[in-house]
Each structure stands twice: as C-alpha cells, then as structure tokens.
C-alpha cells in the first residue's frame, strides 16, 4: 500500500514544478515586457513601480490564479462524469450543466436589453456580475432537475440521455433568444460563451478561488466510491455501496464545480473531457486515490499551457480560450484513443 504514494511524490513535485514555470512564463507574456527579477520583486512586496505592480496585481496574478484552479476543477469534474457514467467520451458538460449556466446568462444578457432598454454590457463590473450570478442559478436550476432524475431512473445510460436532452432543450431556447435580442446583447453572450480566464479580477477571483480551494478537496472525499463503481454495480453494491446514493454525490461534487468555473470563465472545453484520459495515460493507474490529485494538476498545467498559447506575441490582444483548448484536447483524446487500440492489437 505504500508504494503509490511512495511513486506519487515525485510525480507530484513534477507538476508543481511545471506549473510553477508555467504560471511565471504566463505573467512574463504581455504588451509591456516586465523582467523576471521584477516580477519575483512586485510579488513580494515592491511597489517601486506602480504602473508594473497594477499590472502583476490587478491583471497577470489574477489570470494565472484562475486558470491554475479552473483548470484543476475542470478536470476532477471529467474524471468524476467518466467514472460514475463509465464512458471516455462523458465530460463535464454531459449533463447539461454548462448548457444551463449559458441559458442563465442568456436570459440576463438577452432579455436586458428588450425588457429594460439597457444592454447588460454597458453596466461594466454590474453586468459582469449580474452575468455570473445568473450562470450560477441556471446552472445550479439544471442540476437540481438531473438529481430528481437521478432518484427516479436506476441506469447510467437513461440518465446520461436525459442529461445531453437537456442540453439541447437549452440550446433551443438559446437560439429563440438570439432570434429575439438586440445585437449588442447577442454579441456579449457570444464574447462571454468564448471563455475567459481574464475576465475574474479583484474581490471575485478572490472568492473564486477561495470556493475552488474549498470544492476539490471536498470531492477527493469521493475517492473511495469512485474506485468501488469501477468494479461495476454489482459488485460495488456487494462491499456496501450504496449505489444511487454515489451517484448523486459524485454528480453534485462534479455539478458544482462546473457551475461555479462557468459562472466566473464562461464555458470552458475539452479540458474536463481530455485531461482525465491523459493522467490515465501518463501515469497508467486506475486507482482515483492516484488519479485524482494528478488530475487537478494536469489540469491547472493544461490551462496554463492554453492561457499562454492564447496569449502568445503575435495576437493582437489573445484569441477566444476555447479555440485553443480545442486545439490543444482534440489531439491528446485522439492520441489516447489510437495508443490504447495499439495496445488492444498488440496484445
């Protein structure tokens, strides 16, 4: 028993070595060019040049902290859809989660304008926050919905199908909405479901990472019936499991974590489906005690890497997140799965 968690420290320093680098290669990328020593100095308390201290404080910082616990959370969410609903392709989008945080924001941002007169955009820091609490409602209304589900219906399959079904009910009503709203409102929305880490900054990363640092060691509480449903129902439910009863927490852990990521990011792809088959990959363990912290780092690792390609001198200002996650995820799922088939006609 001692010998993964003897296997796992270095893998683990190895990350946060990584990510490390990655967050300070993050911070050096910029229109004004700030040296490392400076850097290193600003963050321990130099304010000798105020212009570079608001830009490490009030910018950088923020944008390195949200991807770093975005990314982590986004990924022990994949990993958890995957094992509950024993299926590579489950992300954590699957249930219709992110869909219900977009048709939140889509109500508020689309309807402000025709009810109200006013475009939520105009309202600055208002609308932003206005933006986040209604993805955190919708979110948390479509979570609500999968979990009376959940105790209604006894297979994974019924479940995940209901769940995709609300996603494309959600998606209707977004597309009548965009049909409805004014331009500038359908052209927030449209910025906003791009995904950001930028857009956290000040008293709300704060908050964002304070509830993130408080959700994931929450859900590796879960590691245990995680590791029992691999074994399958049966034989889960004969050590003791009760299985309806992991299902839901697994599904409310990784819910919530989709829900506030959404709600502060906007909705953030192929992280949550991609990282989870590439730890398995890297690490070829199966035992979520293992997965599950290399998990999160992979995924704080993997954010970063797509923050800085977002962000890379060239590009005039960055380019949308989710383009590059894409281009980044798409690969590492096609590489696993070609790996794994070589495996299966080696053997």
Known sequence: MMRPQITLIPLIILLLAAIIVMAVINMLIGSVEIPVMDICRILMGDESNEIWTNIIWKSRLPQVLTAIVAGAGLAVSGLQMQTVFRNPLAGPSVLGISNGSALGVAFVVMLSGRIGGVTL?????????????????????????ILWVAQKVKGNVTLLIIGVMIGYLANAIIGVLKFLAPDE??????VWGLGSFSRVSGDE???????????LPLSYLLVKPMNLMLL???YAANLGLNIRQARMMIIISSGTLVAIVTAYCGPIMFIGLAV????????????????MPLTA???ALLALV??????MPGFEGALPVNSVTALVGAPVIAAVIF?????EFGE
């Open 121 to 145: 955009s105009s309202l600055g820091y208002f609308g932003e926050a206005a933006m986040s609490v209604a993805a955190i409602i919708g979110a948390l209304a479509v979570m609500s919905l």
């Open 185 to 190: 409102d359908v052209k927030s929305f449209v």
């Open 205 to 215: 990363m704060i908050l964002f990472v304070i509830l993130m640092c408080i959700l």
């Open 232 to 234: 399958g129902d049966c």
């Open 276 to 291: 989870p088959h590439l730890a398995k990959a890297l690490f070829r363990s199966s035992d979520h005690l293992i997965l």
């Open 297 to 299: 780092l992979c995924g």
């Open 306 to 311: 797509c923050n800085f390609i977002a962000r």
């Open 339 to 343: 790996g794994r088939r070589k495996n």
